[in-house]
């Protein structure tokens, strides 16, 4: 008798934000994050294009 496995779906939960430049204000990125992991705004260093250099990015609105 041949065992049937069931396939258990699990659905994630992103969120899409948004990652301005801490510098200029500019909005750059757009990316997703999970809110079960990561409940908090997120920080990274990213380069900024009107800037012309890394500088830190939050996330916002």
């Known amino acids: 008798m ?13 969120t899409r934000i ?11 990125y757009n ?9 908090d705004r997120m920080e990274t260093k990213k380069y900024c294009r009107f800037c012309r250099t890394h500088t830190l990015h939050k996330e916002t609105k």
Request: charged share 40%.
């Open 2 to 14: 041949p065992k049937i496995r069931k396939q258990v779906e699990v659905e994630v939960v992103r």
């Open 18 to 28: 948004t990652l301005a430049c801490t510098e200029c204000k500019q909005r750059n």
């Open 31 to 39: 990316t997703t994050k999970d809110k079960k992991t990561h409940p």
